[in-house]
Structures are given as structure tokens and as C-alpha cells.
């Protein structure tokens, strides 16, 4: 008997090591589930895709709806590719606009956002005008705009950049104010500097919201280049996607507009990928809203 009585809980405890999994074998799991998460959001958005175009294809054929009326998605396609050597001058130029009034909405939401954060004056003294020119539809605005800056390019480089400014600055603003007032106390009992202060608490408080901000202006850098170069109604070689748009309405080339509003599509779609990853790979490590958590 006493035999037995020692040995039944050392059976237990092993049957017990053997019930609960090894750290190896839960990394394996996780893995798999993450492995198969990036699998299923990869893969679920291509076939709906995909379907829908089959769709609109079937449609068009099945229907003998003209082209001129609804284009087929080859026919778009083969459009896309005849038609290349155009829409890829326009292309290169939306995309140089698009960064160019995203770059200096960057710097100039940032460098005020911080100057708003220090110094109360700024804010009470600037913030109304910013609310103002982001409340103040761009399509207003734009004819102004052309009309008081002679150069074309810098006037719509002007209207993307109010469109993709006010993003970058209200949510900076909003980050660098939510620092933990514990921390700010910790800060200054300490006797930290304001550089300090800044470098190791405001900074990475705002990170995250500035980052959400960034992918909300990269897609409106891009509508404010489009929507801008719609009003100027430029034409020429030195021109957008949005005047091959344009043009192509005025001759009825409706393949053509879809051409180019399929590039829109796809640079809209470039620039949010980008800028999501951006995130991902800033905050991933470290912040609640990027990482990766298995239910």
C-alpha cells in the first residue's frame, strides 16, 4: 500500500507534464494561427475581388452593353496597357504631388502640433484658422487659390496640402496631450528638461496618434492633388491622372477614364498598405493597437 501511495502522484505529475503543452509547441500554434491570418487577408479580399470582376464581366457580355456606356474589365485592361506610355507620365505625376503636399503636411502638422503642445498662446491664437481651411471645402477654395499663385504645379501642390494637413495636426496635437499627468509629475520631480520631456514622454505618447493621422492624409494628399487638378482643368503632358480623366470625358473615351481612375484606385490603395505597414512596424512592438493578439 505504501508502495502505491507514493507512486500514484508521481504518475500524476507526469501525466499532467505531459497534458500541458511545451513553449515550443505553443509558438508552433501561434504561428500557425498567425500564419494563417495573414493567409485569410490575402486571400479572402482577392477571390471577392476577383468574383465581382467576373461578374461585371459576364454582365457586360452577357448584356452587349456598349463600351462606351459600361467598358468590360479587359477591355479596361487592354485599354491600360495601349494607352501606357500616357498614363504613365500622369501617373508619375499625381504621385510626385501626392508626396510632395504629404511631405509638407508632415512637417508643418508636426513642427506645430509641437508648437501648440508648449506654448498655449500658438494654439488659442492658430488652431481656429486650421479648423477653418480644413472645414472649408477644397473645391471652394481651389479656383482662388489658381488664381492668386501664377504657377500651376505649386497651386496644386497648395490645395493637396490643406486637405492633408489638418489630420497630421489635430491628431499630433491630441498625442502629445495625452502623456500620463503621473508621468509629466515624475518628470518634472525628477528635473528633467523640456528636451528630455519631450524626447522620452510627449514623443512616444503622440506616435501612435500621428501615425493613425498619416494614413488618413495619405489618402487625402492624393483626393486633394485629384480634386485640385479638376478644378485647374490642366492639360497637356505635365499633367495628372485627374486631367486624363478629363480629357477623356470630353472625347467620350470611356475606357480611357476608367484606365485612369483604375490607377487612382491602385495608388490610393499603395499609399494606405504603405502607410499601414509604416505603422505596424513602428508601433508592433510595443503599442496595444498594432500588436498581434490571438484570439
Not at 506645430?112 to 480644413?134: C, N, S
Not at 505649386?154 to 508621468?183: E, H, Q, R, Y
Not at 503632358?237 to 477623356?248: F, P
Request: proline letters at 5%.
Amino acid at each position: 500500500m505504501a508502495s502505491t501511495s507514493i507512486t500514484e502522484p508521481v504518475a500524476l505529475a507526469d501525466a499532467n507534464a505531459d497534458a500541458v503543452p511545451s513553449e515550443a509547441a505553443l509558438r508552433a500554434h501561434e504561428d500557425k494561427l498567425r500564419r494563417r491570418e495573414s493567409m485569410l487577408r490575402i486571400v479572402a479580399p482577392v477571390v471577392i475581388i476577383a468574383a465581382l470582376l467576373l461578374l461585371w464581366e459576364w454582365t457586360v457580355r452577357a448584356n452587349n452593353i456598349p463600351h462606351y456606356i459600361l467598358p468590360a474589365p479587359s477591355l479596361i485592361l487592354r485599354t491600360l496597357f495601349d494607352n501606357w506610355d500616357s498614363l504613365s507620365s500622369a501617373l508619375w505625376f499625381t504621385i510626385k504631388l501626392t508626396l510632395l503636399a504629404l511631405g509638407a503636411a508632415i512637417v508643418g502638422g508636426v513642427l506645430l502640433a509641437i508648437a501648440f503642445a508648449l506654448f498655449k498662446w500658438v494654439e488659442i491664437g492658430l488652431f481656429p484658422i486650421a479648423v477653418i481651411l480644413q472645414v472649408t471645402p477644397i473645391i471652394a477654395i481651389a479656383p482662388l487659390i489658381l488664381i492668386y499663385v501664377s504657377n500651376t504645379t505649386a497651386a496644386l501642390l497648395l490645395c493637396a496640402w490643406i486637405v492633408a494637413f489638418f489630420p497630421i495636426l489635430s491628431n499630433t496635437v491630441i498625442g502629445l496631450k495625452s502623456a500620463d499627468s503621473n508621468l509629466r509629475d515624475l518628470f518634472q520631480l525628477y528635473k528633467a528638461s523640456p528636451w528630455q520631456t519631450f524626447r522620452y514622454l510627449l514623443a512616444p505618447s503622440a506616435l501612435p496618434y500621428f501615425m493613425a493621422g498619416l494614413k488618413i492624409a495619405g489618402g487625402l494628399s492624393l483626393i486633394g492633388a485629384v480634386v485640385a487638378e479638376f478644378t485647374a482643368g490642366t492639360a497637356g503632358k505635365e499633367t495628372g491622372l485627374a486631367s486624363r480623366i478629363l480629357e477623356s470625358s470630353f472625347r467620350t473615351e470611356i475606357p480611357m477614364m476608367f484606365a485612369a481612375l483604375l490607377l487612382v484606385s491602385l495608388l490610393g490603395i499603395v499609399i494606405f498598405i504603405v502607410f499601414a505597414a509604416l505603422s505596424r512596424l513602428v508601433l508592433g512592438h510595443w503599442h496595444e493597437s498594432e500588436m498581434r493578439r490571438e484570439n
